[in-house]
């Protein structure tokens, strides 16, 4: 079945910084590519998303391209602020349409 | 669109007690999923259904667990003789299928056995 391996955290932070979560999967054939964020003491909510290769998801300012060639997908944002300090997970179904299975999660602290 | 709604969103229990958790997915979603989220990992599948039918079971999901959608809509998840390995976040999301493949989630259940 798939699965999904992402950095662990946590990550650190200054306000307006770059930021990048590295994210690999593997996989037989091109499953759909998610990253959920869980805000503290909120479930989980998708942020974006992929269904094919050279798909670019974006949202908030986050942006992650579902690359085959190196089986990635990468988090990005090119400014990030307080209010994105959260645990960010990437996923993928173990088949289509199926369960998700998600990386361990990248705790990211943003300071001011 | 309500969005997923879970209750209780917090329970404390004492071991061996029996816990019973309620999820109610979006309306017409035909698809609901639990999963289990201990601290510092992500979430991992328990169990899911399509309409009333229960299609799969994880191995995690032992005999003490136990899991219904009665009538396609909302589901519950009972947790029998509880034990403090038990204790986690039990999520639940709902999709449409075939229409999309995005899961949306509940809010969660802490679950706390002492």
């Known amino acids: 079945g798939n699965s999904v391996t992402q950095m662990e955290g946590p990550v650190t932070l200054s306000e307006e910084a770059f930021l990048t979560i590295n994210c690999t999967y593997t996989a037989t054939g091109y499953p759909s590519l998610f990253w959920y964020v869980q805000y503290p003491g909120e479930g989980l909510q998708l942020l974006l998303k992929?269904?094919?290769?050279?798909d670019k998801g974006s949202n908030k300012g986050f942006e992650a391209t579902y690359r085959k060639e190196t089986t990635s997908f990468h988090l990005e944002k090119g400014s990030v602020q307080v209010s994105d300090s959260a645990v960010y997970f990437c996923?993928?179904?173990?088949?289509?349409?199926?369960?998700?299975?998600f990386g361990k999660g990248t705790r990211l602290h943003i300071l001011p | 669109d309500t969005g997923v709604s879970q209750n209780p969103r917090h329970k404390i229990t004492k071991r061996g007690q029996n816990v019973t958790f309620r999820c109610d997915p979006i309306s017409e979603h035909n698809r609901l999923y639990w999963y289990r989220q201990t601290l510092g990992q992500g979430p991992e599948f328990l169990t899911y259904?399509?309409?009333?039918?229960?299609?799969?079971k994880s191995r995690l999901l032992s005999d003490r667990f136990s899991a219904e959608r009665p009538k396609g809509s909302f589901s519950t998840l009972e947790i029998q003789r509880t034990e403090q390995g038990d204790s986690a976040m039990y999520l639940c999301a709902s999709s449409l299928l075939p229409a999309q493949e995005t899961q949306y989630f509940g809010p969660g259940t802490r679950l706390l056995v002492l």
């Open positions: 996923a993928s179904p173990q088949r289509r349409d199926d369960k998700i299975i």
């Open positions: 259904f399509q309409n009333e039918a229960q299609l799969e």
């Open positions: 992929a269904t094919k290769a050279d």
